[in-house]
């Protein structure tokens, strides 16, 4: 066990120089850290088979679940750093878990970020049948009658609450929070059942029903106009600022070989450009969004400080519980 | 018309040779997983989730809808021969089954529990392609004070249904919800009862406490008496088991009577719509149903075959039910439908309030195969293989134990990949057994822990709903449904027994 | 072994749970206070859930104690077969030990092992030499067609001794 470690790293050293040259040789372990059949599992299977294909190698998934991603991370953090493990990180991984420091001695500088795959912005979605049919006159009833208006959120404390802290702090209102953990199905449920006014999570997520006439997005918290929903604006164009997202990156444990990072970015660059994956990004209503390693980083720390900072001021002025 | 017209065409795409084989393979491999202790249907769907890559879309279907309808069924099969339910939906089937088993009656038993998921699966699959979109409309009534009720009703009703031992059952059902919280809060991000430490934190998965309640607590009965098992043997071997034993007495079949079916599946189908139950919940609901509705109550616990006939047709009900609001809103109805819409999003597809009419020709493959595995396999199954289910008791002992022990274990560690799991699966176990020596009610540890996490979220939701004011449960109508039922069951099943023990 | 087989009594569950039921109160309150700012905490549902563990722990044993009176149970009888049985015992010693060594010495051996060791726990009588042998296949069998199962039949990576 202690002598593979510098042998490895001896393998690496050569093989750097001779580039992809043995590189996989084994299996490759794919560690999703939330449900089989899930939307991020989805996403990751789907594009780890279409990676398989340039890597020229297996590439498995196996389905961690719990803890809010953290079981998932205690067990890529475990592996060796030897290229043939993976894991999926999301928005819980790279924030909730580091700032509420729920795993003791994890930051994402003990990855290897290798690429991300997809980000998706937050919006607000009412149902058909909503009064507002923009997010100025929801803003304006909700000055009307504070608290009243129902905002449907997935867990407390989580990204899509922070996105409605943030909401309410730029414009000066307060809706009342009902939690609906678990991802957007429980949020559907409510917005179609009538128990909330709103709810908070990505269009992506009610594709289905906003094509089917059943809600409308009211705005995506983003700067820029998404082409997927050309009637859905973004908060910039209407004077907020505020970007709030989920996203999907595949790490590696750190201190992994730099040549099979470079491999496996390349394998997962050429499965993401594949028209069979952009098509079904299309089908399934995920916004592509491609940032590889030498960018990747840098991006999860500034998002991560941006967040931490953000989460420390509504924490400081009581709104954010804990 | 044209709905009829293709659902017909469904089911001859479902009768070409190149899709029935997966109909006929995933019901095998429903059968063996849903039967193995350890092993669970929806744990065979998530190991076969990357081969729906390469098959086509319909073959994928509906071999997931023969993996379900087989799963439900098959847990009968050990918890009515050895006392260990394969899948926990049918823990109430080993309650009844069981002591039928000892009476040598385990073969009656296993026809009751397969006549019964015969009629309750076909009839479920027969209400998902009939009144979907109006049990969809209907499950939109239920709000959250509505749905902490319908849990609060069937937490409550497991606990006065332990007669003679209702305090038990309530520290049983209570150790279920205590042991259900332990983890990251339902809420928030807030870690509770960890004490500190990394392998609490991800939570107690569903696995070791079903392996540790079931699974190892019998290991460890059986590994007390060691010659108890030997002398039943030789009685199953001195009358050989003949395949028309399995053939439920038209008697029998009468006094449960065909209401009773019907309520049962309808019942199981509703529970099956709702978001967020499940089929123990399922089983569980019709056969306290029964039991209340019973001329005999007195006869549950002891092996009725009513008992065994609620259970296991309100579970196959409820394959048919949780794919409801899964495909009408994409909204899963228990795990296994959750993995199933994976599998279509992974396909590309994206379930919604149009899905039905505009991928029919898809999905119908799928309703029929619930519908021919529940009226057709079910039964062939039990036929061709019957004998050999019960002649698992005739296995000898050792073998048969030292493999319930390994794949119990293994596959606890399969379904979680977490040693830590495994470990639980033991302490589960011996508490279990404890449990068990003393009367306290395994069945309710189970129910507690499945439907305690639900229960805990939809009361604070319904709280920070009201302001924190608890008469929301009062004003809301479908709250109040169920609040009333459970006073009807509390009336029934508490104030009135001791009037009906006079009578018997 | 005495301890043991008190804590196998029902006295002795009944204080285990009461043990586990305080220790669980404890760590509730210390997450948070059950109601804060007018809304109830991530602690309100485990604090009730304690005190009706508590109230029902007390009528359980209270019930218990008024049906021994009236009736003179048999139990102490089951209790000395807990106390003369080491089959249980010797299932958690070796579940517990295949459990600490499964991901150390990797499946298949791990498994073969305590395979066989189940299978002697669960014969009848001293077994001679052949059956031992036979008992050995066995387990091997058991181990072989587990890791067929899972290995070939699904392709679960299961832990290997060099991993």
Redesign the interface.
């Known amino acids: 066990m202690h002598k593979s470690i510098p042998v490895l790293g001896l393998v690496a050293l050569i093989s750097a120089t001779a580039a992809h040259a043995d590189y996989p040789q084994r299996?490759v372990?794919m560690i999703v850290p939330w449900?089989?059949?899930?939307?991020t599992?989805?996403i990751v299977?789907?594009i780890s088979?279409l990676a398989e294909d340039s890597l020229g190698g297996t590439i498995?998934?196996?389905?961690?679940e719990?803890?809010?991603s953290?079981?998932g991370l205690?067990?890529a953090l475990g592996a060796r750093p030897d290229g043939y493990t993976l894991v999926a990180l999301t928005y819980?991984s790279v924030v909730?878990?580091p700032w509420?420091g729920?795993?003791?001695g994890y930051d994402i500088d003990k990855l290897d970020l290798v690429a991300r795959i997809t980000s998706e912005p937050d919006s607000i979605v009412v149902p058909d049948g909503s009064p507002y049919a923009s997010l100025e006159e929801l803003v304006a009833a909700a000055k009307e009658a504070p608290g009243e208006i129902?905002a449907g959120i997935q867990?407390?404390?989580?990204r899509t609450h922070l996105t409605l802290l943030q909401l309410q702090d730029q414009a000066g209102v307060t809706f009342?929070?009902?939690?609906?953990?678990g991802g957007a199905?429980?949020q559907?449920?409510?917005l179609?059942?009538?128990?909330v006014d709103f709810a908070l999570t990505s269009l992506g997520d009610f594709?289905?029903?906003i094509?089917?006439g059943?809600a409308r997005g009211l705005v995506e918290f983003t700067d820029v106009q998404s082409e997927s929903f050309p009637d859905v604006p973004p908060a910039k164009e209407l004077g907020y600022d505020i970007q709030m997202g989920s996203f999907v990156i595949l790490a590696a444990p750190a201190n992994t070989p730099d040549e099979a990072i470079s491999a496996l970015e390349q394998a997962y660059q050429q499965a993401y450009d594949s028209e069979e994956f952009q098509?079904?990004l299309v089908?399934?209503?995920v916004t592509p969004n491609w940032l590889g390693h030498d960018e990747v980083t840098d991006w999860a720390q500034t998002t991560q400080q941006a967040l931490f900072g953000r989460m420390d001021e509504l924490k400081k002025a009581g709104l954010l519980?804990? | 018309m044209d709905y009829v017209a293709e659902l017909m065409r469904g089911f001859a795409v479902l009768m070409q040779p190149d899709i029935l084989p997966y109909l006929i393979g995933g019901y095998l491999i429903g059968t063996f997983f849903g039967a193995v202790p350890g092993l669970t249907s929806m744990l065979a769907i998530a190991l076969l989730l990357p081969l729906t890559y390469s098959l086509d879309i319909t073959a994928a279907l509906v071999a997931c809808a023969g993996i379900f309808m087989a799963g439900m069924c098959s847990g009968s099969i050990t918890a009515t021969t050895i006392n260990i339910p394969g899948a926990p939906a049918s823990m109430m089937t080993a309650i009844e089954g069981y002591p039928m088993q000892q009476r040598g009656e385990g073969a009656k038993a296993l026809g009751h529990a397969a006549l019964a998921s015969m009629i309750g699966g076909a009839l479920g699959a027969v209400l998902l392609m009939v009144v979907a979109p109006l049990a969809t409309d209907a499950a939109l009534l239920i709000r959250t004070p509505g749905k902490f009720a319908l849990i609060a009703f069937a937490l409550i009703v497991i606990v006065i249904s332990q007669r003679g031992a209702i305090s038990k059952g309530l520290v049983a059902t209570t150790l279920g919800v205590m042991i259900a919280t332990v983890g990251i809060d339902v809420m928030q991000p807030v870690t509770r009862f960890t004490f500190g430490t990394a392998v609490l934190m991800q939570g107690i998965d569903i696995m070791p406490l079903v392996i540790g309640a079931f699974a190892i607590s019998e290991l460890l009965v059986q590994a007390e008496n060691k010659s108890a098992r030997t002398v039943e043997v030789a009685d199953v071997k001195a009358a050989p088991i003949r395949r028309r034993d399995f053939i439920p007495p038209w008697s029998e079949v009468r006094e449960i009577g065909l209401f009773r079916y019907v309520k049962c599946a309808v019942i199981g189908y509703a529970v099956g719509v709702l978001p967020g139950a499940g089929g123990s919940m399922a089983a569980f609901v019709a056969y306290a149903e029964s039991m209340r509705s019973s001329k005999h109550p007195e006869k549950y616990g002891k092996g009725s075959v009513e008992g065994i006939a609620a259970a296991e047709g309100a579970n196959n009900a409820m394959c048919s039910g949780a794919f409801v609001p899964m495909l009408s809103f994409g909204i899963p109805g228990d795990p296994t439908t959750a993995i199933v819409l994976g599998v279509l999003v992974i396909n590309g597809l994206q379930p919604g309030p149009q899905f039905l009419d505009s991928q029919m020709a898809l999905i119908a493959p799928m309703f029929m195969a619930l519908f021919v595995s529940a009226l057709i396999l079910v039964p062939l199954t039990l036929y061709l293989l019957g004998p050999w289910f019960v002649r698992i008791v005739s296995i000898r002992r050792d073998i048969l134990y030292a493999s319930i022990a390994v794949i119990a274990l293994v596959g606890c560690y399969v379904a979680t990949y977490s040693i830590f799991q495994m470990g639980l699966a033991l302490l589960f176990g011996l508490l279990a057994w404890l449990l068990r020596r003393h009367g306290y009610p395994v069945a309710c540890l189970l129910l507690g822990f499945v439907l305690g996490p639900s229960l805990e979220e939809y009361c604070r939701r319904s709280l920070s709903i009201s302001d924190g004011s608890p008469l929301i449960f009062l004003t809301s109508p479908d709250s109040l449904f169920f609040l009333a039922l459970t006073g009807v069951f509390y009336y029934f099943m508490v104030i009135r027994k001791p009037q009906a023990r006079q009578h018997a | 072994m005495k301890i043991l087989s008190w804590l196998g009594s029902s006295t002795g569950v009944a204080v285990l749970l009461l043990a586990l039921t305080l220790v669980y109160l404890v760590a509730a309150l210390g997450i948070a206070p059950p109601i804060s700012n007018g809304n109830i905490t991530a602690s309100f549902f485990p604090v009730v859930l304690g005190l009706i563990m508590l109230v029902a722990l007390g009528t359980s044993v209270l019930g218990g104690r008024r049906k021994t009176a009236a009736e003179s149970e048999d139990e102490p009888s089951t209790e000395a077969d807990a106390s003369t049985s080491f089959g249980p015992l010797a299932v958690v010693v070796l579940t517990a030990a295949y459990i600490a060594l499964f991901s150390l010495l990797g499946y298949f051996i791990s498994t073969a092992l305590y395979a066989f060791a189940m299978t002697l726990v669960f014969s009848a009588g001293r077994p001679g030499r052949q059956q031992l042998l036979v008992k050995a296949l066995i387990a091997v069998a058991i181990a072989v067609l587990g890791y067929g199962l899972f290995e070939w039949v699904f392709q679960v990576r299961l832990p290997v001794l060099w991993g």
């Open positions: 299996d372990r449900g089989a059949g899930g939307g599992d989805g299977r789907k088979s498995y998934v196996e389905n961690i719990g803890g809010m953290a079981n205690v067990q819980d909730t878990i509420q729920m795993l003791a129902r867990n407390m404390g989580s009342k929070v009902v939690s609906y953990p199905a429980p559907k449920e409510a179609l059942n009538g128990e594709e289905s029903l094509s089917s059943d098509r079904w089908d399934v209503g519980g804990q």
